[in-house]
């Protein structure tokens, strides 16, 4: 379908310090590969995504998140005739930066950082994580990957401006990343949009006439389940019912990136990465549905009082705990309390708590008490 568009292997930039090629992976499976076998992968498994672990052994955490991110993406960059090795590779890497406690932790680190002039963003995290702190490799630091998957894991989400800082500067901010990287951040709404429904279904937060009533493509999709299989039982025709949604927004994502790629008359990887703007998105109805589906669960799940307590916990035990730290780097193990005196400490701290999980974070906050 958009075959002309994909990034082309053979076409990469290539990685900073060179490497035989492997006789039977190309580079950008040999990339995902790293990627799965690094430990900034393992921890997701314990990493909160919206609901803590304790009252279900169900919910999603950020590992079984990632991988049902990039089961759709490439879904998606298969049927579009894309690279599906680049996409599953960005998907698979995409949450590696964010920190312990969802997205109170890294609204708290990027409060802690603001105190120095600084910042903090899980996907810049995810870039030092990969170039830095991943220590497999004899030869060179970090995990060596090729340039257009270190771009996608800066670029998939949000556009860069050039002149932001030397860091990012090499990464092109002034064009568009490949289609693979335009679809990760869509892929992952599709996940987490309807997975938070299934998580928040199972918490006994929402009901399908709840979501009927503020989601129209959903409320036809909840009738056709209920004429259809009027005597299952009340979690089978919930689950029918997001298997429907979660085909029409995948389907809406696919129709509309064709579309838009068409309309653009984009003739290949350049024409991609030069539009003004990205051609990746979904047709009106599945766009339609996202919003409605996010103003929903902003309002009825995300906006619950269990969750609102439970955010503003962890944001005052990271706040602590970063204080804790900061007034004696000492306390972090190797090679961090090194670092802490060649770099600013407060970085360093950053970068120590955001690459905890949830559980040794609790060890160290127990510690310190």
Same mark, same amino acid.
């Given at each position: 379908m958009l075959g002309h568009l994909r990034f082309p292997v053979a076409r990469s930039r290539g990685r900073k310090y060179p490497e035989l090629h492997?006789?039977? #992976?190309?580079?950008?499976?040999?990339?995902?590969?790293?990627? =799965?076998? !690094? #430990?900034a992968f393992r921890r997701l498994?314990?990493?909160?995504? =919206?609901? !803590?672990?304790?009252?279900s052994d169900h919910f999603r955490n950020r590992l079984t998140h990632t991988i049902e991110v990039a089961q759709i993406a490439r879904t998606v960059a298969s049927v579009l005739d894309l690279d599906v090795d680049l996409t599953e590779t960005l998907a698979l890497a995409h949450d590696f930066g964010h920190p312990p406690f969802a997205h109170a932790g890294e609204k708290e680190l990027d409060s802690q950082m603001r105190r120095f002039g600084?910042?903090?963003?899980?996907?810049l995290h995810a870039l030092r994580l990969v170039e830095r702190f991943e220590q497999r490799y004899a030869r060179f630091p970090g995990l060596n990957l090729t340039f257009e998957?270190?771009?996608?894991?800066v670029k998939h989400s949000r556009d860069l401006t050039p002149g932001q800082s030397l860091e990012l500067d090499q990464y092109l901010p002034e064009s568009r990343p490949p289609l693979e990287a335009q679809l990760i951040d869509l892929a992952d709404e599709v996940a987490y949009n309807t997975a938070d429904l299934d998580d928040a279904f199972e918490a006994g937060l929402i009901s399908?006439?709840?979501?009927?009533?503020?989601?129209?493509?959903?409320?036809?999709?909840?009738?056709?389940?209920?004429?259809q299989y009027p005597?299952?039982?009340?979690?089978?025709?919930?689950?029918?019912?997001?298997?429907l949604l979660i085909d029409l927004l995948v389907t809406g994502l696919i129709e509309g990136t064709a579309t838009a790629a068409r309309v653009a008359g984009a003739g290949g990887v350049e024409d991609v990465c030069a539009h003004r703007s990205r051609l990746a998105g979904y047709n009106e109805r599945a766009a339609a549905t996202?919003?409605?589906?996010?103003r929903f669960l902003h309002a009825n799940v995300y906006d619950s009082v269990a969750l609102r307590e439970d955010r503003a916990r962890s944001r005052a035990m990271i706040a602590e705990l970063f204080e804790w730290f900061l007034a004696d780097p000492d306390r972090m193990p190797e090679p961090h309390s090194s670092l802490a005196r060649r770099e600013p400490a407060h970085r360093v701290v950053c970068d120590y708590i955001a690459a905890m999980t949830d559980g040794f974070f609790r060890r160290c906050y127990d510690r310190k008490s």
């Amino acid at each position: 379908m958009l075959g002309h568009l994909r990034f082309p292997v053979a076409r990469s930039r290539g990685r900073k310090y060179p490497e035989l090629h492997h006789p039977y #992976r190309n580079e950008f499976q040999r990339d995902r590969d790293r990627i =799965v076998h !690094a #430990r900034a992968f393992r921890r997701l498994e314990d990493k909160t995504q =919206v609901f !803590a672990s304790g009252i279900s052994d169900h919910f999603r955490n950020r590992l079984t998140h990632t991988i049902e991110v990039a089961q759709i993406a490439r879904t998606v960059a298969s049927v579009l005739d894309l690279d599906v090795d680049l996409t599953e590779t960005l998907a698979l890497a995409h949450d590696f930066g964010h920190p312990p406690f969802a997205h109170a932790g890294e609204k708290e680190l990027d409060s802690q950082m603001r105190r120095f002039g600084e910042s903090f963003e899980h996907n810049l995290h995810a870039l030092r994580l990969v170039e830095r702190f991943e220590q497999r490799y004899a030869r060179f630091p970090g995990l060596n990957l090729t340039f257009e998957v270190r771009e996608g894991i800066v670029k998939h989400s949000r556009d860069l401006t050039p002149g932001q800082s030397l860091e990012l500067d090499q990464y092109l901010p002034e064009s568009r990343p490949p289609l693979e990287a335009q679809l990760i951040d869509l892929a992952d709404e599709v996940a987490y949009n309807t997975a938070d429904l299934d998580d928040a279904f199972e918490a006994g937060l929402i009901s399908m006439p709840m979501i009927a009533a503020a989601v129209p493509a959903y409320a036809e999709l909840f009738e056709a389940v209920e004429t259809q299989y009027p005597g299952a039982h009340e979690r089978v025709q919930f689950l029918e019912s997001l298997r429907l949604l979660i085909d029409l927004l995948v389907t809406g994502l696919i129709e509309g990136t064709a579309t838009a790629a068409r309309v653009a008359g984009a003739g290949g990887v350049e024409d991609v990465c030069a539009h003004r703007s990205r051609l990746a998105g979904y047709n009106e109805r599945a766009a339609a549905t996202t919003r409605e589906l996010k103003r929903f669960l902003h309002a009825n799940v995300y906006d619950s009082v269990a969750l609102r307590e439970d955010r503003a916990r962890s944001r005052a035990m990271i706040a602590e705990l970063f204080e804790w730290f900061l007034a004696d780097p000492d306390r972090m193990p190797e090679p961090h309390s090194s670092l802490a005196r060649r770099e600013p400490a407060h970085r360093v701290v950053c970068d120590y708590i955001a690459a905890m999980t949830d559980g040794f974070f609790r060890r160290c906050y127990d510690r310190k008490s």
